[in-house]
Nanobody, 123 residues
C-alpha cells in the first residue's frame, strides 16, 4: 500500500505565507501526478495545483501567481508554497498522488489521498 502524510498547515494572517509538504511512503514503483486540493466548509473539494513527474504544472486561476507547487521525486514528496494568503484560502488542504505500487508481486495503480491539513487565514 501507499500512504501520504501532509504537514505545514496552520494559522496565518492575510498576506502571510505557508509551505505545505506531502510525503508518500510504501511499496512505490512510481508516482505520476501529485497534486493539492482544498475543501472549505460546506463546499466541494477543488483542485489547487498539480505537478507531473516531469515537472509540468497546472494551477487553479484563484491561486496563479501566489502559490507554487514543486516536488522532489527522490523523496516522493510534493510541496505547496503559498504566498499572499487571503481569508478565502482558508480550507482543509489535501494531497493526492497517482501511484503505481507493488501488491505482492503484482504492480497496481492507485490514487492515494492524504488525511488533510487545515489552513486558516485570518483577516
Amino acid at each position: 500500500q501507499v500512504h501520504l502524510v501532509e504537514s505545514g498547515g496552520g494559522l496565518v494572517q492575510a498576506g502571510g505565507s505557508l509551505r505545505l509538504s506531502c510525503a508518500a511512503s510504501g511499496s512505490i514503483i512510481s508516482i505520476n501526478a501529485m497534486g493539492w486540493y482544498r475543501q472549505a466548509p460546506g463546499k466541494q473539494r477543488d483542485l489547487v495545483a498539480v505537478i507531473t513527474s516531469g515537472g509540468n504544472t497546472n494551477y487553479a486561476d484563484s491561486v496563479k501567481g501566489r502559490f507554487i507547487i514543486s516536488r522532489d521525486n527522490a523523496k516522493n514528496t510534493v510541496y505547496l508554497q503559498m504566498n499572499s494568503l487571503r481569508p478565502e484560502d482558508t480550507a482543509v488542504y489535501y494531497c493526492k498522488a497517482d501511484t503505481t505500487y507493488w501488491s505482492g508481486v503484482i504492480a497496481r495503480y492507485l490514487e492515494v489521498w492524504g488525511q488533510g491539513t487545515l489552513v486558516t487565514v485570518s483577516s
